[in-house]
């Protein structure tokens, strides 16, 4: 009696910390906080579970913790941050297959005994849960480059997937009305892992970070499933708060790049690279660290505005020693954050944070971008879609209405990049042809490392 109150009790006060923790964790000021509070609600709901009356054995369950740490310590430790994606993929993977071995087990154990409900509940489950265990294994190995991460299409590709699913949520409905028939139950479980896995074959390894999300929020909804099927409310919470963050989550990047879900599913985006086309008859204007240098001395404020690039070379550290050097010299510096900047979300958040640059220095798009026409430069780091005007008015570009940083507004623009070359949507940038626009080619760290003793040698010289 007394541990079934404190079982509530706790899960209440998880549900609870569930919620505070994800309002807190969407902003910068607040998120380790959220973190905390997320940490401390997971714990909560292991302890209540533990007093469970009907836990049979202790040693497996220590077992099963050791195993657990064994893997998810190092990937904590280890894993950089560049890896955050992939790392949440595998995390995925590991709570889906949790999920449909759970609904497994319920099956088996009480087979003949089921209610159409509990069965409904239970296919839900183990479909989303294998489904995105196999999809989210997929999305790590392209991702971390052990399977190839372009999109692999082929004619009536869709056709093939979707009739897949649907003989096996055909198989499910069969269960629901005749559950005795156990023989059909592995064809459900072998059909959602095929389907997970083909699934994520046509989409490219760049569109990865969307797909997560997705499939974040089908790990939430069969965690959802599962707490039906084992009458456990917290379980209902929490998936159903997994289910719909990962949800909004994916709608956001969708919007941000102005694709449609099915764009981002279906669409083999990133399969071939679009032309660059004329770009190559076309000038740019390069320009030396010290042309860049004298420029920044005399400038008042600078935009920066940092993409993949920065991720890619690990210059954030840099960028924040040249945050430093301007600030002291009286510059305002501002950082333009794009919501899809990078290769997933909060991605130049994170790096940022890590260098410790102030919090309230990092400036949302809407917020940013009325102050490019005031601002003296705007120093483009390894950003590159996320500054294409094209995206405002030229209809055929790929990435026409995604919503930009007025980079090209600004009254000086430097771009820090190692070449021509287009970035994730395959596109030349119409900002780099501009008369005002200084193309600074070179690595991201290594060219503000440049930069940085340009400017410490100018000021030891004058
Ligand atoms: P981007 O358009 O992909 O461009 C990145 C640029 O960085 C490249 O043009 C590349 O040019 C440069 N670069 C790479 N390594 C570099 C290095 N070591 N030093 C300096 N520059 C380097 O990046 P973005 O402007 O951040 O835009 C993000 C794109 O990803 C958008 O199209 C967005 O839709 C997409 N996306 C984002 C997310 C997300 O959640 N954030 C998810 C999925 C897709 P060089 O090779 O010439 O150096």
Redesign the pocket.
């Known amino acids: 009696m007394i541990a079934a109150y404190f079982i509530q009790v706790s899960y209440i006060a998880a549900a609870g910390l569930f919620i505070l923790s994800l309002r807190w964790l969407s902003h910068p000021t607040t998120a380790r906080r959220g973190v905390r509070v997320g940490e401390l609600g997971m714990l909560l709901a292991i302890v209540g579970t533990l007093v469970h009356r009907e836990i049979v054995s202790y040693q497996w369950i220590l077992v099963g913790f050791v195993l657990g740490s064994a893997i998810g310590l190092p990937l904590a430790v280890f894993m950089p941050m560049t890896h955050v994606p992939q790392r949440t993929a595998l995390s995925h993977a590991f709570g889906a297959l949790a999920a449909g071995l759970v609904g497994t087990s319920e099956y088996y154990l009480h087979t003949g005994q089921l209610t159409a409900f509990t069965m409904a509940v239970l296919s839900l489950e183990v479909i989303l849960g294998y489904m995105t265990f196999t999809g989210s294994l997929m999305a790590f190995g392209k991702l971390q480059g052990l399977v190839p991460s372009r999109p692999i299409v082929y004619k009536g590709q869709n056709v093939v997937n979707l009739s897949l699913l649907a003989l096996a949520v055909g198989i499910a409905v069969y269960l629901v009305v005749n559950p005795g028939r156990s023989e059909l139950f592995p064809a459900v479980a072998g059909l959602s892992l095929l389907f997970g896995v083909l699934l994520i074959v046509p989409i490219g390894g ?2 990865m ?2 797909v997560i999300a997705l499939l974040n929020s089908y790990a939430g909804l069969s965690a959802a499933a599962m707490g039906f099927a084992l009458d456990n409310n917290l379980l209902i919470v929490a998936g159903a708060l997994d289910g719909s963050s990962g949800f909004i989550l994916s709608v956001i ?1 969708c919007r941000a ?1 102005n694709r449609s879900f099915t764009n981002v599913l279906f669409g083999g985006f990133g399969q071939v690279q679009v032309a660059v086309g004329a770009a190559e008859q076309r000038s740019v204007r390069g320009a030396t660290p010290e042309e860049a240098a004298a420029i920044l001395e005399a400038a008042s404020s600078v935009i920066v505005v940092p ?3 920065m991720a ?2 690990q ?1 954030q550290h840099k960028v924040r020693e040249l945050y430093d050097l301007l600030t002291r010299r009286g510059v305002d510096v501002k950082f333009a954050i794009h919501p ?6 909060g ?1 130049m958040n994170v790096l940022l944070a890590e260098a410790d640059i102030p919090y309230d220095r990092l400036i949302e798009m809407e917020e940013i971008n009325p102050e490019f026409p005031r601002a003296d430069v705007a120093l483009v780091i ?6 294409n005007p094209a995206a405002r008015h030229d209809k055929t570009s790929p ?1 026409y209405g ?1 919503p930009i940083l007025d980079v090209d507004k600004a009254r000086t623009v430097m771009v ?10 395959g596109i030349d940038n119409e900002l780099y042809y501009m008369d005002r626009t200084m193309m600074l080619f070179g ?2 760290k290594v060219f503000a490392g440049e930069l940085m003793k340009e400017l410490t040698g100018t000021r030891v010289g004058s």
Do not use: C, E, L, Q
């Not at 899809?340 to 979300?345: F, Q, S, W």
């Not at 820090?416 to 949507?425: E, V």
């Open positions: 760049a569109d970070p969307t990047m790049m993409g993949y690039g890619v070379a210059a899809v900047a990078g290769r997933m979300p991605h390894g950003a590159n879609d996320v500054t990435i995604m820090i990049k190692r070449s021509m070359s287009p970035g994730f949507a690595d991201a």
